[in-house]
């Protein structure tokens, strides 16, 4: 099998190390893939400059070791195309491979590509931005923000963007699910393809990344106090305190009266209004 093998060579490697990529990497060789193997660099190539050679080139595969963001940059590019994903997973948190059901160990990721089975998997879509994971609406998107804005060293924006989470307030939003409307005042609402959020967080057990629905978790009343003690149950692997509201479908549309900021992925990508709608069987995976 023809396949374009993209090493992310920054990747955190919290559950790897180099000596089982090469382990991995004779795995694969001998259960009959013909890797050929490329590294992303510092501006380039990027990941997604390189699955687009995959599907221009007709790779029959492409293989990602990497982590969340080297999988996702990937699986765009692949969405839609005959070019089947393999996942080894050598990032920090791996919401992807995990929400995939994965193994989250390498040598053990390439036995379940060398089997060859593929599923298909769900993506979904906010503002012309894909999402495999989640997609929030309010303050997680303030947080995520600050965050990318300190890892480029954009200070001044992360403080401005830390400042808009601390004043943040609730707003009357509409969700329109599949044609049916409610209405509730929050800080917070998520459109999960997956059940696993942020920081390896494990938030709604019954969300799957395979049945062609989003899920949609609304937190009414609830201030910015308790979202975070629910937020740090979360990380101490209990449930949340507070439950939210659920609901699922297809196609959900969004509408505030003021010009909420919107993450896909923890990806600040606009504000609302916006439409998030869910792409069924999107990307072919080895799993």
């Given at each position: 099998?023809?396949?374009?093998?993209?090493?992310?060579?920054?990747?955190?490697?919290?559950?790897?190390?180099?000596?089982?990529?090469?382990?991995?990497?004779?795995?694969?060789?001998?259960?009959?893939?013909?890797?050929?193997?490329v590294e992303t660099g510092d501006e380039h190539p990027t990941t997604a400059e390189l699955a687009r050679r995959a599907v221009a080139e007709g790779f029959e595969a492409c293989i990602v070791a990497g982590g969340d963001g080297t999988v996702q940059s990937a699986?765009?590019?692949?969405?839609?195309?005959?070019?089947?994903?393999?996942?080894?997973?050598?990032?920090t948190y791996m919401n992807v491979?995990?929400?995939?059901?994965?193994?989250?160990?390498?040598?053990?990721?390439?036995?379940?590509?060398?089997?060859?089975?593929?599923?298909?998997?769900?993506?979904?879509?906010?503002?012309?931005?894909?999402?495999?994971?989640?997609a929030g609406a309010g303050l997680d998107?303030?947080?995520?923000?600050?965050?990318?804005?300190?890892?480029a060293h954009r200070w001044r924006h992360a403080l401005r963007r830390i400042w808009r989470y601390a004043t943040h307030g609730t707003h009357r939003v509409a969700i329109d699910v599949d044609g049916k409307r409610h209405a509730h005042r929050v800080m917070q609402v998520l459109v999960l393809n997956s059940p696993w959020y942020g920081w390896g967080l494990l938030l709604e057990p019954d969300a799957t990344m395979?049945?062609?629905?989003?899920?949609?978790?609304?937190?009414?009343?609830?201030?910015?106090?308790?979202?975070?003690?629910?937020?740090?149950?979360?990380?101490?692997?209990?449930?949340?305190p507070q439950q939210p509201l659920r609901y699922q479908g297809s196609r959900i549309v969004m509408e505030c009266d003021a010009p909420v900021t919107i993450h896909a992925d923890g990806r600040t990508c606009g504000t609302l209004p916006a439409?998030?709608?869910?792409?069924?069987?999107?990307?072919?995976v080895f799993a």
């Open positions: 099998m023809r396949t374009l093998f993209i090493v992310n060579p920054a990747a955190g490697k919290r559950t790897a190390t180099d000596e089982d990529l090469d382990a991995a990497t004779e795995l694969l060789r001998r259960a009959g893939f013909a890797l050929e193997r699986a765009r590019e692949l969405m839609g195309s005959k070019v089947t994903l393999g996942v080894l997973p050598f990032g491979a995990h929400g995939m059901g994965l193994p989250l160990r390498p040598l053990d990721a390439a036995r379940v590509i060398a089997r060859r089975d593929v599923r298909r998997f769900d993506a979904g879509t906010v503002h012309d931005r894909v999402f495999f994971e989640i998107a303030e947080l995520f923000g600050a965050a990318r804005h300190a890892e395979d049945d062609g629905m989003l899920d949609i978790a609304v937190f009414p009343r609830m201030g910015r106090i308790a979202l975070l003690r629910g937020l740090i149950a979360l990380m101490l692997g209990r449930q949340l439409t998030f709608e869910c792409r069924p069987a999107a990307l072919a």
